[in-house]
Each structure stands twice: as C-alpha cells, then as structure tokens.
C-alpha cells in the first residue's frame, strides 16, 4: 500500500499514532535502504506498524516486523487491543510477530533486522534502554527511527526527552529529513550504541524504573558488553559519591531490591 493510501484507510478511531510526514518519512527511508528486517518497540493502534509493515514488504514480500508493546490493551482505548488498526488495514499477516504486555526485554529474533523503530516510553533512559534491548538483534549499519525527539516543543510532554537525549548522545551516523522534525535516524553500529547508553544514564533520569526493571536490562548490557556494564557500574558509583551509595547502586544494577 502506497503511504497515501494508508493514511486514507487509517480507521478514524486511531489517535496518537505518527504524522503523515512521518509516514512518507518512513516509507521512503526504509525503501531507499532496502530494509526487509523490522523490529518496533511501542505500537498502540498498530497504524505505525501497518506503515512499517507495508514499507518493509515492498522491499520483499517475505518480510518480517517484530512488534513489542508493554500494554494488551490499546493505550488511548481500552475497548481495542495494541495492534487493531493494523489488522483493520492490513488483514492477517503472517510476516506480523506482534507481542503484548512485554517490555523491549523480550525481543527475540530468528534473524537479524536492518530496521528498528522506537516509540514507547519516552521517558529517558527509556529509549536507549529499548535500543539497547534492540541492539543484540540489530545488524550493524541497520537503520533506527527514533520518533518524538522533539517533545521539548510540546506542551505536556516537555519532561520526557528520552528520544531527544538518545538522539543528542548518539556519537555515530545520525540525520533528520527536513520538515520532520519529531523524527531522528540512526545508523547502529555498535561502539556508538555502548556510548550513546552511557551518555544517556549520565544524563537526569525523566523515568522511575524499578530495579527489577532495569535489573533485565543491566543483565542484557553485561552480555552485550561486560565493559560497558563495568564501566556504567563505576561511573554511577563515582557519581554517587560514597561507599554506601555506591553499594546501594550495585544492587540497583543487579536488579535487586534494596
Ligand atoms: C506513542 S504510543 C505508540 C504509537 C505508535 N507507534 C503509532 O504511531 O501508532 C506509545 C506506546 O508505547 C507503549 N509503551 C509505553 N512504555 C513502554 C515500555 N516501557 N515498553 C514497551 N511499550 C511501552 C504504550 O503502551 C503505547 O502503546
């Protein structure tokens, strides 16, 4: 489906979903990149998975989206399901893994993706938390829309600059397409992503993340990269400041109640 047709068929009950400049953003990138691989943390009505969807399999009709959402419900609506608008546009897909009532921790592909899409919690760390999730599934040079890096221009939404920061810490490949302002893309690699996380957790936390939480994603950073989590160890502890802070930030890191 061309992205002017998939505005015309989004079902009028969708809100909240990405702009049409967006959509066309997305289309044309994941196109001219010749992605086939997807995976999407924050999905809703399900209308950015039917966009990414229908960009990615007209790269190849094989194509596969792996979509992830922490609610069952749709966030806006609780009387439809995360993901409705897409079946309403799209039908069954067999190429669509959508799954719900799961954080990005959970992401597991048979394959690795050259496309990634994140807009769930924009809450900082949050972002960098679900690209690091993303990262062991992600090959390098893959493309990662970051969507809302803007949310400091909006009222209401001025607190949560988790894409922003991410966007901001990203020492690698990285461009906005004029006119679309909300949206960022990132070329991964992987010394990049270890710099942007870390960058990212030194930054003021917008989120509350409870330490079992963050706990699977500092077991998924120690696998990644038993360097990183070292480091990211020490700088919290150094940033502490004493002893018993930072003994206190070693079981926040093991995932441990305290
Ligand atoms: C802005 S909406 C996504 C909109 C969707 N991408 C679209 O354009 O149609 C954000 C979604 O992220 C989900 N979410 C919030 N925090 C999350 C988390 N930590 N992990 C996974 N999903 C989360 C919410 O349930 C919500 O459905």
């Known amino acids: 489906m061309l992205p002017r047709e998939l505005i015309a068929s989004r079902p009028s009950w969708v809100r909240r979903q990405i702009s049409n400049d967006e959509v066309f953003a997305l289309t044309s990138?994941?196109?001219s990149k010749s992605c086939t691989t997807g995976i999407e943390v924050g999905v809703a009505?399900?209308?950015s998975s039917a966009v990414i969807f229908s960009a990615l399999s007209s790269v190849d009709e094989d194509a596969l989206l792996y979509s992830y959402d922490l609610s069952r419900k749709c966030y806006f609506d609780s009387t439809r399901n995360t993901g409705d608008a897409?079946?309403?546009m799209l039908g069954e897909r067999t190429g669509f893994k959508l799954s719900t009532g799961v954080t990005s921790s959970e992401i597991d592909l048979p394959r690795k993706a050259d496309f990634g899409f994140i807009d769930a919690c924009h809450e900082n760390p949050w972002p960098a938390l679900d690209?690091?999730?993303m990262s062991?599934?992600?090959?390098d040079g893959a493309l990662v829309a970051l969507d809302d890096i803007d949310t400091i221009f909006r009222r209401g939404l001025r607190h949560t600059n988790g894409g922003r920061d991410l966007?901001?810490?990203w020492p690698g490949k990285k461009y906005q397409l004029d006119g679309v302002s909300g949206l960022g893309f990132l070329i991964y690699d992987r010394a990049s992503m270890l710099r942007a996380i870390q960058t990212t957790f030194a930054l003021d936390w917008d989120a509350h993340i409870h330490p079992d939480v963050l706990g699977q994603y500092m077991k998924i950073l120690s696998r990644v990269s038993p360097l990183a989590y070292l480091k990211l160890f020490l700088n919290v502890s150094?940033?502490?400041g004493t002893r018993d802070h930072a003994r206190r930030h070693a079981s926040l890191l093991d995932g441990k109640r305290f």
């Open 29 to 31: 990138e994941i196109i």
């Open 45 to 47: 009505s399900g209308f």
């Open 86 to 88: 897409f079946f309403e």
């Open 131 to 133: 690209l690091l999730a």
């Open 136 to 139: 062991r599934f992600l090959a």
């Open 167 to 169: 966007y901001r810490a």
């Open 238 to 240: 150094r940033y502490a």
